[in-house]
């Protein structure tokens, strides 16, 4: 009988090849990663968070970035990290160096879609226009209307730009696209500028003669339809979520 011998090479790559990608669908969500701040460093922050962001999602990040509305941290604002249900990096940063990054405190209490939801709308957008990507970046804030919102910027393998997909947080809606179905970098927005508190009508055409941008408009909506019925399976509350805790 043969002793089976597996390589050192042939070991890594197997775990290269299955636990790292099991590893990567492990990784915590947006909420998970504002309550490791909530219970860790301060209950009350929660209630001043200004942004979520993380990068090189696959799905989830390795790291999320929460900005905090603190009056007591210098320039006003307090940028914390967490992976792996942990703080590793805090700090006060000025606040001319994240004014990009700047809005509205996020209201928890609106907050219906965490970022495996949010990556699981995007995912069926992109498949329904025919996008292929690998990797995604997140970004939690709130729109000029004061309602929290998902930016969800897709990679292909290569690294290229695969397009943006901006969902609402409370109701699940896509209210944008850019890059994605035809017509290249076009952007498809909801008719509505409230489509987040109610959803996107249905005139395809809209009085648009354009052929191009009929299409966009025509797969927008339909597609937001889907999305929809999507959401009402992968809605999470933030306050069910964190008083689960």
């Known amino acids: 009988m043969h002793n089976f011998h597996m390589s050192k090479p042939l070991l890594a790559l197997l775990f290269f090849a299955i636990v790292l990608p099991v590893l990567a669908q492990d990784r915590p969500t947006a909420y998970e990663a504002m309550r490791t701040v909530g219970t860790q460093l ?68 609106k907050l219906n879609l965490d970022s495996s939801g949010a990556f699981a709308l995007a995912q069926q957008t992109a498949q329904k226009s025919h996008i292929n990507f690998t990797t995604a ?16 910027s897709m990679q292909r393998a290569n690294g290229e730009n695969a397009g943006r997909i901006f969902i609402g947080a409370n109701h699940g809606t896509v209210t944008r696209t850019e890059g994605l179905f035809v017509g290249g970098n076009q952007v498809a927005m909801a008719d509505d500028q409230n489509a987040e508190n109610r959803e996107a009508t249905n005139d395809d055409d809209d009085g648009d003669t354009n052929p191009v941008k009929r299409q966009i408009k025509r797969g927008f909506h339909q597609v937001g339809e889907d999305v929809k019925r999507t959401f009402n399976k992968v809605r999470r509350s933030f306050i069910d979520f964190w008083q689960d805790k």
């Open 137 to 152: 970046d997140y970004a939690l804030r709130v729109d000029e209307r004061g309602n929290p919102i998902w930016v969800i």
């Open 42 to 109: 301060n209950r009350e922050y929660v209630n001043h968070v200004l942004s979520v962001t993380g990068t090189n999602g696959n799905p989830q990040p390795e790291t999320w970035k929460i900005l905090i509305d603190d009056s007591k941290a210098r320039g006003g604002i307090r940028e914390i990290e967490v992976e792996n249900g942990k703080i590793v990096s805090e700090r006060t940063p000025l606040r001319s160096s994240v004014e990009g990054s700047l809005g509205a405190v996020i209201d928890t209490g």
